[in-house]
């Protein structure tokens, strides 16, 4: 049972659009963070943040940006997509601890940008 | 900076067999290991982690074991089932005072009925 969400899950958009992947978790989590997966499977870190008002860019240079004004919802917005950003998107949150602990996927956005 | 480097990248498999994926990371800091499994469709889910003051966890038929001294962890499935065909990525992560979690790139595993 999926404790974190993102929405669409499909999405096939035009050139030069803006859109917004949105991505909410229910755990109380305050790590979330954001990956691009290529089709060759590696996972690459575009955004995370530690907590609410809290972002920060990934190892991953990306166009997009992302807004954290709720622990819960963490979106990640592309304000004129182009063909080179179609890809599949995941969100992700971890709990907070002295201890490092394993990562809540969500099951990804696919976006198309023709 | 932390490199995960994860072999095989494809492993096939018959159904019943053993499947054994390894990772080697570098940086003698790393704490967690944590192991994901990722079905079509789906997002990564975590199948199993293990400590750096463990040396082996079992789960069922699952086992993963971590050689500090040589930096290196595996992830062992016995007697696979098609059910276990996806993709496995493995993890390395390190308290830098935020918590930094690097993947290795995936095995895609397929279990052949």
């Known amino acids: 049972e999926a404790d974190i969400y993102q929405t669409p899950r499909y999405l096939v958009i035009g050139t030069g659009k803006k859109i917004t992947l949105e991505c909410s978790q229910t755990?109380?989590?305050?790590?979330m963070y954001w990956y691009q997966q290529d089709p060759g499977m590696e996972l690459h870190l575009i955004h995370y943040?530690?907590?609410?008002?809290?972002?920060e860019k990934g190892d991953l240079s990306s166009e997009s940006t992302v807004s954290r004004i709720r622990t819960e919802h963490f979106p990640l917005t592309l304000e004129s997509a182009r063909p080179s950003h179609t890809s599949q998107y995941l969100c992700?949150?971890?709990?907070?601890?002295?201890?490092?602990?394993?990562?809540?996927f969500g099951s990804g956005t696919r976006l198309t940008v023709v | 900076g932390e490199n995960v480097e994860q072999h095989p990248s494809t492993l096939s498999v018959q159904e019943g067999d053993s499947a054994v994926i390894k990772c080697t990371y570098s940086?003698?800091?790393?704490?967690?290991f944590p192991w994901y499994k990722q079905e079509l469709g789906k997002g990564p889910q975590l199948i199993i982690d293990?400590?750096?003051?463990?040396g082996e966890k079992k789960d069922q038929r699952i086992a993963v074991t971590l050689n500090k001294t040589a930096k290196h962890f595996s992830l062992h499935i016995t007697e696979t089932q098609p059910e276990d065909s996806a993709v496995y990525f493995c993890?390395?992560?390190?308290?830098?005072?935020?918590?930094?979690?690097?993947f290795g790139a995936g095995t895609r595993l397929f279990v052949k009925a």
């Open positions: 992700a949150s971890s709990r907070s601890s002295s201890a490092n602990y394993g990562y809540t």
């Open positions: 755990m109380g989590h305050d790590k």
């Open positions: 943040s530690y907590g609410v008002n809290s972002t």
């Open positions: 940086d003698s800091a790393s704490n967690y």
């Open positions: 293990i400590r750096s003051n463990v």
């Open positions: 993890a390395a992560s390190i308290n830098t005072g935020g918590f930094k979690t690097i």
